[in-house]
């Protein structure tokens, strides 16, 4: 019986639970914070704490993510709501920020305009703007649901972004941005990992084929939506770098570059569009 602290931990080691997600979980199901349960091992449960413990513990060890079970996932020191609505952010994404941040910091313009192309949970967008407040970002995203999970992220942030619910440019019609960012879904449809990925919505993580899709569609319209000089950067699979640069290349853009992830594998890729001469 998992009538005490002590005891509910070593269920959920029993069920394959890491020490820190149990925590977390336990945490959430006797609604205290992690660091009273480390001081309290031999506090009681009531039946119904254990009941709602257990089974987060087999949610969890079925592969359903932390952050929907606790709903919430820290991003770029931002604590996010997220739901089965939205793709669970990723550290990798971070190195998509920082870039960007150093990009606004060059600065690009006084007040530069930002977009971010496919936002979910708002991520990118609502990390840029706690960074740089003087950005003007825009957040498009075609699921009205994940816009729903963002929007009350910047509410509860007090941090002010315009929402457009659309297909990649589609809503931005003839817009222009300094500096645009995008994590779109990439994962091909044949990718052995997306079983592991079944609790996240598919059409976040993967446009079917080969991956590109989205990447590519994206590509193709970013030259009539930047300002002269201005720069697109894309999150993209480890083994997508290669294409991605081409895509880049082919369609005009300079300085053409990638950098890698938190394990040093290919991960973002960005050009710029020329300036005017």
């Not at 990439?186 to 592991?196: E, G, I, K, S």
């Not at 609790?199 to 569609?217: K, Q, R």
Request: aromatic share 4%.
């Amino acid at each position: 019986m998992s009538d005490h602290v002590g005891a509910a931990l070593a269920q959920a080691r029993v069920l394959g639970l890491g020490r820190l997600d149990a925590q977390l979980l336990l945490a959430r199901a006797l609604g205290r914070p992690r660091v009273w349960l480390i001081a309290h091992q031999d506090a009681a449960l009531s039946p119904e704490q254990q009941r709602s413990f257990l089974a987060l513990c087999r949610r969890c060890a079925d592969g359903e993510p932390l952050a929907y079970l606790l709903g919430e996932r820290e991003f770029h020191g931002l604590m996010l709501q997220v739901s089965r609505a939205v793709l669970v952010p990723r550290p990798d994404t971070e190195t998509l920020v920082d870039w960007a941040l150093e990009l606004l910091a060059t600065p690009l313009a006084e007040a530069p305009e930002v977009a971010d192309l496919g936002t979910g949970s708002g991520a990118i967008a609502l990390a840029l703007k706690h960074r740089h407040p003087a950005a003007r970002i825009c957040a498009v995203d075609c699921s009205a649901s994940a816009l729903e999970v963002a929007r009350a992220n910047a509410a509860h942030h007090g941090l002010q972004i315009e929402w457009r619910v659309g297909e990649w440019w589609q809503p931005l019609r003839a817009r222009r941005f300094h500096l645009v960012a995008s994590n779109p879904p990439y994962v091909a449809a044949d990718d052995p990992h997306l079983a592991a990925l079944r609790h996240e919505p598919a059409l976040a993580l993967t446009p079917g084929g080969d991956g590109l899709a989205a990447l590519t569609e994206i590509v193709k319209g970013a030259s009539s939506h930047l300002h002269d000089g201005g720069w697109l950067l894309l999150e993209h699979g480890h083994e997508q770098a290669d294409a991605v640069h081409r895509m880049l290349a082919d369609a005009g853009f300079e300085a053409v570059q990638t950098r890698v992830d938190l394990a040093s594998r290919p991960r973002c890729t960005a050009g710029r569009r020329p300036a005017a001469r």
